[in-house]
């Protein structure tokens, strides 16, 4: 349950659009604006954009279970680190031929 606090009024400038879809979406926009706020400001929480799908996905399975993210996290963590494997041969690859006229190799 969130924590109680004080709050303040404040006006806020947004754009039509996004007034428009927060509205057809039905959400709360002072609970949305303050959830985004304790989001940004946290220091262990990563915030991440996906795609509909994968979102979609993610509210089916973690969302909609009330999945803590204690429990999602060492999946998170093996993920991170099959991305991490993928970047360093990414870039080793790179490597090898992103200097090559330079070294005079090959």
Do not use: C, H
């Not at 998170?76 to 090559?100: D, H, P, V, Y």
Request: cysteine-free.
């Amino acid at each position: 349950m969130a924590k109680e606090r004080d709050l303040r009024r404040i006006s806020l400038f947004i754009g039509e659009d996004q007034y428009e879809e927060i509205s057809r979406r039905g959400l709360n926009f002072s609970w949305l604006l303050r959830d985004l706020i304790d989001d940004y400001l946290s220091e262990k929480k990563i915030i991440l954009s996906v795609g509909d799908e994968t979102l979609s996905l993610y509210q089916k399975i973690v969302g909609a279970a009330g999945t803590p993210d204690a429990e999602f996290e060492p999946f998170f963590k093996e993920a991170l680190r099959a991305f991490l494997k993928n970047k360093i041969e990414t870039m080793q690859k790179l490597e090898k031929t992103a200097f090559k006229k330079e070294d005079g190799k090959k």
